[in-house]
């Protein structure tokens, strides 16, 4: 599954601060299963593109963003 997070008037540098915090915020934060007797671990992968300088078009943001995640996951 995927989720957009915009960040209007960020840069790209900022955004991956903005996204390391968010990160630790999901993985700080266990999810408690009312079947399970101990709750579950969540992790997330960030990736960003920038509009204007590089990436211009709302596709290439995308792109861009799919190929960062894409990069993590290797």
Known sequence: NRLAVLLPETSLGDSKVVSESLRKLVAGAPIGIPASASP????ILCGAGEFGGVSGSREKIFADAEAALAAKKL
Do not use: A, C, F, L
């Not at 579950?40 to 992790?43: E, F, K, L, N």
């Open 40 to 43: 579950i671990q969540v992790s």
